[in-house]
């Protein structure tokens, strides 16, 4: 069984090795679910993904600050992600954007709530932040990516 000093035991052999929820109330009111993920269940990830990945989920609000500026960014490139959650959900914040004429992206992005932070070992290690409008109108995600430095990658719809 190999242990880490910040996530204690680890589940290897799963595809999720750690699970755990923190609240932030400097972010949301709701926990933010945080894993640890392998691509395989037969690989042990190395001290180094362990290490910088407890040092990202100690500092989530960091990251957090990152991936708002990053999302901003997408949406500035392409707000299809925005049009389809005008369509689709019904939702009390976003009809009141709309009606004051203040749907801008930035707005939009202070919308979106921070539900996971992953970090990912295989052929790409990385930490991954699930960005949602409101997980019981649509399953669409924006997944922001950074590199285990910190780094950003990209920005990612998925669903």
């Known amino acids: ?3 880490h000093s910040y996530f204690g035991e680890l589940n290897l052999g799963d595809w999720f090795i750690w699970r755990s929820n923190i609240s932030i109330p400097q972010i949301q009111e709701n926990p933010i679910v945080l894993l640890l993920e392998v691509n395989s269940g037969k690989i042990e990830p190395t001290t180094d993904f362990l290490d910088k990945s407890a040092k ?3 500092n989530i609000e960091s990251l957090h600050q990152k991936a708002v500026i990053e999302l901003i960014n997408y949406l500035n490139d392409d707000d299809y992600f925005i049009d389809e959650h005008i369509e689709q959900c019904d939702l009390p914040a976003l009809t009141a954007l709309i009606e004051s004429d203040d749907l801008t992206n ?9 539900q996971s932070v992953s ?4 052929e790409n290690c990385q930490i991954v932040m699930d960005y949602m409008i409101d997980p019981e109108q649509s399953d669409r995600i924006l997944a922001v990516k950074f590199d285990l430095d910190g ?3 990209k ?4 669903s």
Do not use: A, P
């Not at 970090?119 to 295989?122: A, D, F, H, K, R």
């Open 56 to 58: 990202h989920f100690q």
């Open 119 to 122: 970090g990912w070992y295989g």
């Open 155 to 158: 920005v990612s719809w998925e």
């Open 1 to 3: 069984m190999t242990t």
């Open 151 to 153: 780094n950003f990658n």
């Open 106 to 114: 930035e707005n939009f992005v202070k919308l979106l709530k921070l």
